[in-house]
T-cell receptor, first 114, second 114 residues
Framework: KAGVTQTPRYLIKTRGQQVTLSCSPI?????VSWYQQTPGQGLQFLFE???????NKGNFPGRFSGRQFSNSRSEMNVSTLELGDSALYLC?????????????FGPGTRLTVT | AQSVTQLGSHVSVSEGALVLLRCNYS??????LFWYVQYPNQGLQLLLK??????LVKGINGFEAEFKKSETSFHLTKPSAHMSDAAEYFC????????????FGKGTKLSVKP
């Protein structure tokens, strides 16, 4: 079974631009979660989608948004990029039916904002 | 809100020595508990999870963790460290009924000396 894939793996953007990151979950998984990882703040939950609906949301500004398609693939978008948005963005997929469901993580997208 | 505290951002042990990584959670109601490992430039991999079926949980790669409700702790141990265990370890909690939303500790970087 193929794992979680994220594209692109690396991205360099300029302040003020916007960016879209993509995540393809494991086949059969209906939940996709997104996390931001930085040296200072660690791993922080952005949002979770289940069956094309945002089910949970972390404490991030509205510049961070996401969506999920009918095939469970998900995208997240960051508008008006700031230097502080430089981070590793991880997505994870799971069955999504219980808090005990294992989340399988992708390798991440390393975003650098200059 | 739930929080997770990992004592010690860096732990160094000799090969063959005991590994002990500490994790405390904040809730009075035991949440779901997990330990993840992250190798450089990779996503996170689940080591083990607490399911309330047993207080001593065995995971992959020889790791285990003991749930102690009275101490609100879920410390990770391995009897004998191997060089390949060098990585960053994250303790995480998921609240009852909150699928897809993991709250992570700040992580502990484990170094293994030959």
């Amino acid at each position: 079974k193929a794992g979680v894939t994220q594209t692109p793996r690396y991205l360099i953007k300029t302040r003020g631009q916007q960016v879209t990151l993509s995540c393809s979950p494991i086949s059969g998984h209906r939940s996709v979660s997104w996390y931001q990882q930085t040296p200072g703040q660690g791993l922080q939950f952005l949002f979770e989608y289940f069956s094309e609906t945002q089910r949970n949301k972390g404490n991030f500004p509205g510049r961070f948004s996401g969506r999920q398609f009918s095939n469970s693939r998900s995208e997240m978008n960051v508008s008006t990029l700031e230097l502080g948005d430089s981070a590793l963005y991880l997505c994870a997929s799971s069955q999504g039916t219980s808090g005990l469901d294992e989340q399988y993580f992708g390798p991440g997208t390393r975003l650098t904002v200059t | 809100a739930q929080s997770v505290t990992q004592l010690g951002s860096h732990v160094s042990v000799s090969e063959g020595a005991l590994v002990l990584l500490r994790c405390n959670y904040s809730s009075s109601v035991p949440p779901y508990l997990f330990w993840y490992v992250q190798y450089p430039n990779q996503g996170l991999q689940l080591l083990l999870k607490y399911t309330s079926a047993a207080t001593l949980v065995k995971g992959i790669n020889g790791f285990e963790a003991e749930f102690k409700k009275s101490e609100t702790s879920f410390h990770l141990t391995k009897p004998s460290a191997h060089m390949s265990d060098a990585a960053e370890y994250f303790c995480a909690v998921s609240e009852w009924g909150s699928q897809g939303n993991l709250i992570f500790g700040k992580g502990t970087k484990l170094s293994v000396k030959p």
